[in-house]
Each structure stands twice: as C-alpha cells, then as structure tokens.
C-alpha cells in the first residue's frame, strides 16, 4: 500500500495565481512530515517540515503547510506563485510507524505559465 | 561549502559491467542514503547507513551492495549492471534520527544501461 500520496502528477498555475498542492500519508500517530524541492538538474532541497506543535508551518521561499490530522494531510501552499517556483515538489513522511525510515511521494510537477 | 558531493554525475554502462557511485559529506552527519528516482515513482530507498559500520536494506536494495566506509563516505555498488537499473541515483545524508531529520542531497548521478 502507498504510504504518500501525492495525487496531481502535474499541476500549471499562472504566474501570481495561489498554489495547493496536496499530500496524504496512509498512517501514523505522530509522523514527521516534511516537503522538498527539486529544481531541473538538481538534487532535492527542504522547503518545511512538521514534528509537533502549531499545524500550520512556514518555509522557505514563502511557502507554508498546514497539517490535518482527521484528514491525514499535509497540503502545501503559497499565497502568489512565481515563475522561479516551477519544480518538482516532493511530500514524505518518516518516523517509528514508517521504520525510521522517510517515504516520499511520487512528485507533483509544478508549471508556471506567464 | 560543499554538502554532500556525488561522483560521477553521469555514467553509461553496457548489460553486466560493474561500477560503483562514491558519495561523500562534509557536515558530520551519523546516517547516509542511497535513493534512485525514477519518473511517476518518487525517491525509493535503496540502503541506509545509521552510523559508521553499519548498514540496512531499504525498499529496493535488490542488485546493490553498500560500503559505508567511514563517518564521511558511503559508496554503491552495481556488481552486475542491468537495463532496470537505469535512474538517477542520490546520496543522502542526516545528523538526526532515522527517519525524523531533514535530508542532505546531492546533485545526483544519472545512470544509463544498455
């Protein structure tokens, strides 16, 4: 069974549009959350991470998430997307239930049209 | 400021030669990875080192061996390369516990077989 969903494989927005991209884990209590960004040619850089506490959490480059526990999801989001922001975006998930071990979701391949 | 640093960036292999991925991480880290990314199917874990002398199968070490050679090396080992084996190849590596601390990429190596 998938232990991360990532359900858009790829998503366009325009430039200066809001972006959510969704996340979904199957399982876990207390799961350590986290998404990661990959820029063409490059390897995969941290954007957030969530272990506890407050469930909305702030990043880098203006990005935020917010964990839902009823829902198991941990949605990314950013309020005006720039061109610079097209990527593949990652979403995983680690921790005791996943053995200690992180589990990324497929990707969601972000296009920004101008 | 170099991180993780993976050589070589690209390789092209024929069915059966042998060739071994070096990775390397400057920040003092306890535990490395080794994930291949292919298209539609995210970041799968191939090995895992927790510590300096050890290391654990992930979801796909089928194919691979490890040398976790010291705190700062861990190398991957294609015995016997196959088509299947194709992808890109990253090293990873944690200063946190298993499965709950933010990843350090490298740039990657992109693998060919024919």
């Keep these: ?114 | 400021n170099a991180g993780v640093t993976q050589t070589p960036k690209f390789q092209v292999l024929k069915t059966g030669q042998s060739m071994t991925l070096q990775c390397a991480q400057d920040m003092n880290h306890n535990s490395m990875y080794w994930y291949r990314q292919d298209p539609g199917m995210g970041l799968r874990l191939i090995y895992y080192s927790a510590s300096e002398g050890t290391t654990d199968k992930g979801e796909v070490p089928n194919g691979y061996n490890v040398s976790r050679l010291n705190k700062r090396e861990f190398s991957l080992r294609l015995e016997s390369a196959a088509p299947s084996q194709t992808s890109v190849y990253f090293c990873a590596s944690s200063g946190g516990q298993l499965g709950t601390g933010e990843l350090f990429f490298g740039e990657g190596s992109r693998l060919t077989v024919l």
């Design chain 1, 1 to 114: 069974a998938q232990s991360v969903t990532q359900p858009d494989i790829h998503i366009t927005v325009s430039e200066g549009a809001s972006l959510e991209l969704r996340c979904n884990y199957s399982y876990g209590a207390t799961p350590y959350l986290f998404w990661y960004v990959q820029s063409p040619g490059q390897g995969l850089q941290l954007l957030l991470k969530y272990f506890s506490g407050d469930t909305l959490v702030q990043g880098i480059k203006g990005f935020e998430a917010e964990f839902k526990r009823s829902q198991s999801s941990f949605n990314l989001r950013k309020p005006s997307v720039h061109w610079s922001d097209a990527a593949e975006y990652f979403c995983a998930v680690g921790g005791k239930e996943y053995g200690n071990k992180l589990v990324f979701g497929a990707g969601t391949i972000l296009r920004v049209k101008s």
